[in-house]
């Protein structure tokens, strides 16, 4: 798989012993909303310090475009080892994504 492209909002996030990069699609968003509840509000909670650990895992999964061998704990599972600290910048990377878009 190649790197994470940033121009695009893509971030890489070290799952199952594997960098992986998680890719903020449209079809992505979209299921991850359909889950979480609207972006904007995902997005003020994260702002406010209240963004939920599932919630963290849960919009990482889905903008997995290679998840075909992973299972969505060993995502979660991933968030825990590696520390919400060093989980900020790919979160920081999608949400900023979901609000600037390619521009």
Known sequence: MSG????????????AGRDRVLRPSFTALVAAEEELGPLYALVDRAGAGTLRLAEVAALFWHCLPEREQLSRDEVGEAVIALGLARCAAPLR?????IL???A
């Open 4 to 15: 994470a492209n940033p121009l695009r909002g893509e971030a890489t996030l070290a799952i």
């Open 93 to 97: 990377m999608l949400l900023g994504q």
């Open 100 to 102: 600037g878009g390619n």
